[in-house]
DNA sequence: TGCCAGGTGCTCG
DNA sequence: CGAGCACATGGC
């Protein structure tokens, strides 16, 4: 158990904020998290975060995996004066982090968020996990499940996906996980590559479309300049953008920006 | 009950 | 090239 002060960080907001899919609440300012085939556990208090890793481990993994040697308040600081809607959009939000996530785990996940909702993808991501990832025992004793490999998945027919419920999804994932396992697409390859290319690569991927190679972009290559537009954002452009949304201004973290946006919209939805 | 959820692939013209 | 449509599933 390692504890540490950390302005611009909110547990609760980025485990909801519907970027990772393995975050779960335990209590009341309390998540459990599975990452790099790890368990964690997470416990805020004000600023105060306590983390359950020796330091050896937050220093190694963790302090990166959460983007913690960036400066959001350096981000927050470039948001238009006259733009009330960002201004509140980062107000809301303003613990939240773009986390540095695996890429093959993050090509799957979006791929299952397509025409989904949030707990709903959340259920096939652990279903995923649970039939055909690696088991792992935490100090504990208690098992859970790593994310399935590329080479697992690839032995998969969508039939055997079935009990998860995957809908026309699962044709997707097996096609992509062969894709993966062969090479056809080789990741470590696009893990080296500009964001353009990178997207035009990872566009090759069955079951990957524009929408969702930006978000692979954002959150599994951290490519902080990616915008996904979403059913949620394209309403948000109209309504508050309808000249274009301003990505000049925000040139080279505009997915930021756009998580903040993101974050507002499912926080404000049910008002409105 | 029909609409919606962090869309994509395919097929027309 | 772009509009239109099918595609699975579950919650409201």
């Not at 998290?33 to 790890?38: E, V």
């Not at 079951?207 to 930006?214: D, P, Q, S």
């Amino acid at each position: 158990m390692i504890e540490y002060v950390i302005p611009d960080f909110n547990i609760d907001q980025i485990a909801r904020s519907g970027q990772c899919f393995r975050f779960r609440r335990e209590e009341e300012g309390r998540y459990s998290l599975i990452a790099g085939g790890k368990w964690l556990d997470i416990e805020q208090n004000g600023e105060t975060v306590r983390f359950s890793c020796t330091e050896n481990e937050f220093e190694g993994f963790w302090r990166d995996y959460f983007d913690l040697n960036a400066d959001y308040g350096r981000y927050k600081s470039k948001v238009a004066k006259r733009d009330a809607y960002l201004r509140a959009a980062v107000e809301t939000g303003s613990g939240l982090r773009i986390l540095r996530q695996e890429l093959w785990e993050t090509i799957i996940c979006f791929i299952i968020s397509q025409q989904n909702n949030i707990p709903r993808i959340t259920k096939c991501v652990d279903g995923l996990c649970t039939l055909f990832g690696e088991a792992r025992q935490r100090a504990n004793g208690e098992v859970y499940h790593a994310f399935p490999t590329a080479e697992r998945l690839a032995q998969c027919t969508p039939e055997e996906l079935s009990p998860i419920r995957l809908g026309y999804r699962a044709k997707y994932i097996c096609a992509t996980a062969r894709q993966v396992a062969s090479g056809a697409v080789d990741l470590e390859k696009v893990a080296c590559m500009k964001y353009a290319d990178a997207k035009n690569e990872l566009l090759r991927l069955t079951g990957v479309g524009i929408k969702v190679a930006e978000c692979i972009c954002l959150f599994g290559l951290h490519h902080i300049d990616a915008f996904p537009i979403d059913t949620h954002i394209r309403q948000m452009l109209d309504a508050h953008y309808p000249k274009g949304f301003p990505l000049t201004r925000y040139r080279g973290f505009a997915g930021v920006m756009q998580q903040y946006a993101f974050f507002f919209e499912l926080e404000t939805q049910n008002n409105r």
